[in-house]
């Protein structure tokens, strides 16, 4: 009975899931990226400040994974009408598309040498673009971002 019982939870949480994609799949599209982005990112900062210990390898492997998220077409997550609802993206983005893609571009590029640059284990070359891609964000999400509440 209980089996039965979380089977059929499971599939309405599924499917009440479903749904709010189903609405808004632009919204969940791009939240899913900037969670892998922000995945790969924080921790490479972390390592950086020493909150968390060094490790070569796994530096190179949240640089590999994020030089690939950010590899992705970003751009899909934002269609004209993908303000509205649950989402922190601000209005302005639309408003302002072309500045938005500029900043994003710059972030992907930024990320993408990031991510090349963690191969090698030279810790200031890795430190000195953890803090050039950490701007590019930075930049986007002050004009771009709803803060949080």
């Given at each position: 009975m209980t089996a039965?019982?979380?089977?059929?939870?499971?599939?309405?949480?599924?499917?009440?899931?479903?749904?709010?994609?189903?609405?808004?799949?632009?919204?969940?599209y791009r939240e899913s990226l900037m969670t892998l982005v922000g995945a790969n990112f924080g921790p490479?900062?972390?390592m950086l400040k020493g909150e968390i210990p060094w490790d070569?390898?796994?530096?190179?492997a949240?640089?590999?994974?994020?030089?690939?998220?950010?590899?992705?077409?970003?751009?899909?997550?934002?269609?004209?009408?993908?303000d509205q609802g649950a989402t922190k993206a601000k209005p302005e983005i639309w408003k302002n598309l072309e500045d938005f893609q500029k900043k994003l571009e710059?972030?992907?590029?930024?990320a993408t040498k990031?991510?090349?640059?963690?191969a090698g284990a030279d810790r200031?070359?890795?430190g000195d673009?953890?803090?050039?891609?950490?701007?590019?964000c930075k930049s986007c999400h002050d004009e771009y971002k709803k803060k949080d509440d």
């Amino acid at each position: 009975m209980t089996a039965r019982i979380v089977s059929l939870l499971a599939a309405a949480c599924l499917c009440s899931s479903l749904a709010v994609a189903e609405e808004h799949p632009a919204i969940e599209y791009r939240e899913s990226l900037m969670t892998l982005v922000g995945a790969n990112f924080g921790p490479m900062v972390a390592m950086l400040k020493g909150e968390i210990p060094w490790d070569d390898a796994r530096m190179a492997a949240y640089g590999k994974d994020l030089k690939a998220v950010v590899g992705l077409n970003i751009m899909r997550g934002f269609p004209p009408g993908s303000d509205q609802g649950a989402t922190k993206a601000k209005p302005e983005i639309w408003k302002n598309l072309e500045d938005f893609q500029k900043k994003l571009e710059a972030m992907q590029t930024e990320a993408t040498k990031l991510g090349d640059t963690t191969a090698g284990a030279d810790r200031k070359a890795i430190g000195d673009q953890i803090a050039a891609t950490g701007e590019t964000c930075k930049s986007c999400h002050d004009e771009y971002k709803k803060k949080d509440d």
